[in-house]
């Protein structure tokens, strides 16, 4: 025996080239993945983000009004439309629609000749600070755009200011990143565990043989499926009461909705993501290739949800991709009712896709899952 | 007319065919077998004993042919089949992380027996396998998980057993248990077909059917087989075993020469030209003619196979 044979390790070598290349789904998904991760980081993150939608409330849109809206789009952060009532734009700053509403009182230009410096209310969805929070701060360099509306006499006035931008912070006052982080996390830890637990599920059988034993006895694809489910949706609900409990009590989470509706609408989130688990064990050959899907999925889940990167700062085609994620709209589902109390009638919109995710993976896996052994 | 009438058939299939790709695994077979019969299959690996099994109990779709499998069609209603039927797969299948008692649990419910529990108590008894009952299934040795594996099959009473190759890999004196078991359940009206690589198997079926490239080739019992391939088999023994057994290989008119132990077989259709051949390079080992195996028989048709 020699320290290292040259032959012996090309043989190794040359096994486990062979046997990397029988298995072209691990190959695929190997080069896939950082194609993937390039694109999203290089193009889709945005930590700095721009283009955010904002709602203007104007009673009758007047010159100063329209010179300073178009200042907030000229900097690049605002997105603006005309909102026509302020319940209107209440609702969207509820939904997430919206996350700011500029609101002009009446008769702004005349207070503003009068030099009475009226107020611009800026309300802001704080549940994601880092989202809101450069935007916020480019109002400060606005305050002398109406410069040259201004009449003559008033011109190079250093005081009284022209008006002032008065920023009302909702649902996480002090901009605490751990408010928007928690909401965040305990979807991305359900889909990490739940998603990885299934997809083992029916590989696992397929890999040990015991399968075969199963397929031969009298069962439905569905009892299969169903049994598989149930014990992660319990592990699931545990894991949420658990984070839930840590940030209520260590972290002084507020939780301004009602825990039975969200536990209500984490029960559909699970079930989406054991469908999608459920639905890979049943495509792929083998363990390995099951976990390599999940994780596949799980890093655009996570980064393209709004997680850690501002949703609102993706370009559009990230933000398509991202609405079609059941983690993106359980993300908001969770902010909105811890943070915001929202009800079912307000978590409705991001409600309906996590529903039709489900069905159309459990359709999928119904459909690939193989009654016999062909 | 005293034959078995078609209800009588419990297995009744006719030109089934298979492919795997490119590959025809059975390929225009088809097969009866009565009630209450036990049945052998046999045949080299690869010659489709397993697909087979695997399409009469509705785990793979023929391409071809048609057939019932206790009176129900095996394409249409292989849900119905599987009620009635008990596999026994080749590779241990049940869980080897839940133990023989949880197994066969599981199984009963599947089945959805009235009574899972008594029916699992008495089945341990009879299978004795109660001392067991609370041990891990993966920790079993080959021959008690075998014994769990077909408890596990015959646990919902089922009329057909399907075994693929059932006793591989286990101690003969278990495999000896195992038939004894077979025997006692076929005694009960239960049909069995067993594919087994092993002769003296083979010879403890009421009928053995030998498939080549995915067809039958001949089938009857033991003695029929024997008879009918018409096989003359010389024993010699004596010192030189060894050293005759290649020379004899070689000799015009021998199909099979083989070593069991200290005495050597020799088998071939053809007398005059094998005592002929044992005449000149038989020197030293005292002859004698000696009633076929039907281990020489299927040595002669793997032969046939591969000329």
Same mark, same amino acid.
């Given at each position: 025996?020699?320290?290292?044979? @040259? /032959? +012996?390790?090309? #043989? *190794? ?6 046997? &990397? ?7 695929? =998904? ?122 003559? @006499? /008033? +011109?190079?006035? #250093? *005081? ?6 008065? &920023? ?7 901009? =605490? ?198 | ?307």
């Amino acid at each position: 025996m020699g320290m290292l044979s @040259a /032959r +012996r390790l090309r #043989a *190794l070598l040359r096994k486990e080239w062979l046997q &990397v290349r029988r298995d072209p789904m691990t190959l695929r =998904l190997i080069i896939a993945l950082p194609v993937m991760q390039l694109l999203i980081f290089g193009y889709a993150i945005n930590s700095n983000p721009h283009d955010l939608p904002t709602g203007v409330l104007m009673a009758e849109p007047s010159r100063y009004e329209r010179t300073i809206v178009a200042a907030l789009r000229n900097t690049g952060y605002y997105r603006t439309r005309l909102v026509g009532s302020e319940a209107e734009a209440e609702a969207d700053i509820a939904e997430g629609r919206l996350l700011f509403v500029v609101d002009f009182p009446p008769g702004f230009d005349r207070a503003v000749d009068r030099g009475e410096a009226p107020s611009v209310l800026v309300d802001t969805d704080g549940t994601d600070p880092t989202a809101v929070g450069y935007a916020t701060a480019a109002l400060s360099g606005l305050g002398d755009v109406l410069a040259r509306d201004l009449p003559p @006499a /008033r +011109r190079g006035m #250093a *005081l009284p200011v022209p008006f002032r931008f008065v &920023v009302h912070t909702r649902y996480n006052p002090e901009q =605490l990143t751990v408010l928007n982080v928690v909401p965040g996390l305990i979807c991305v830890v359900l889909m990490m565990s739940t998603l990885m637990l299934t997809t083992l599920a029916i590989t696992r059988e397929r890999e040990r043989g015991t399968m075969e034993n199963l397929l031969a006895m009298p069962v439905r694809p569905v009892e299969v499926m169903l049994a598989k489910i149930a014990p992660y949706i319990g592990i699931g609900y545990l894991q949420v009461l658990v984070i839930l409990l840590i940030a209520v009590l260590l972290l002084h989470l507020p939780v301004h909705g009602s825990i039975l509706l969200l536990f209500g609408v984490l029960g559909v989130f699970i079930a989406s993501n054991l469908a999608l688990g459920i639905t890979y064990s049943t495509l792929a050959a083998n363990q390995m290739q099951a976990q390599q899907m999940a994780q596949f999925t799980m890093l655009p889940f996570m980064l393209l949800s709004g997680f850690v990167f501002p949703f609102q700062g993706m370009p559009r085609w990230a933000r398509v991709i991202g609405e079609g994620m059941p983690t993106t709209h359980a993300m908001r589902i969770v902010r909105g009712v811890l943070l915001k109390g929202n009800g079912l009638a307000e978590i409705l919109p991001d409600l309906w896709p996590i529903v039709l995710f489900t069905l159309c993976t459990v359709a999928v896996a119904v459909r690939f899952y193989r009654e016999t052994l062909d | 007319m005293n034959g078995p009438k078609p209800e009588d058939y419990v297995i009744d299939v006719h030109d089934l065919r298979k492919d795997f790709g490119t590959l025809r695994v059975v390929d225009g077979l088809s097969l009866r077998v009565a009630r209450g019969e036990i049945c052998g299959f046999l045949g080299a690996n690869g010659s489709g004993k397993t697909t087979t099994i695997r399409m009469l109990c509705g785990l793979l779709v023929p391409d071809a042919g048609r057939g019932t499998c206790l009176g129900l069609d095996i394409i249409r209603d292989a849900p119905r089949i599987r009620r009635q039927v008990g596999y026994m797969t080749q590779r241990f299948s049940l869980y080897e992380d839940l133990t023989v008692r949880e197994n066969l649990e599981l199984v009963a419910g599947i089945y959805e027996l009235s009574d899972p529990r008594g029916a699992v108590d008495a089945m341990l008894d009879r299978m004795e396998l109660r001392g067991r009952a609370s041990q891990l299934a993966g920790q079993l040795s080959g021959g008690w998980k075998q014994r769990l594996a077909l408890t596990a099959c015959v646990l919902h009473r089922p009329a057909l057993l399907l075994l693929d190759e059932p006793t591989a890999g286990v101690d003969a004196r278990a495999r000896r248990a195992f038939w004894d078991l077979i025997h006692d359940m076929a005694g009960g009206g239960l049909t069995v077909l067993v594919s087994t690589h092993y002769m003296d198997e083979a010879e403890r079926c009421a009928r053995v059917v030998y498939l080549a490239g995915g067809r039958i080739v001949v089938q009857g019992s033991a003695g029929e087989l024997l008879a009918r391939v018409g096989l003359v088999t010389f024993e010699g023994t004596g010192d030189g075993v060894e050293d005759a057994v290649r020379r004899l290989r070689e000799a015009p008119g021998v199909e099979a020469a083989t070593v069991f132990g200290r005495a050597l077989h020799v088998a071939g259709m053809d007398r005059a030209r094998l005592e002929e051949a044992i005449h000149a390079q038989g020197g030293g080992l005292a002859w004698q003619e000696v009633p076929p195996r039907l281990e020489d028989v299927f040595i002669h048709l793997l032969g046939q196979e591969d000329g």
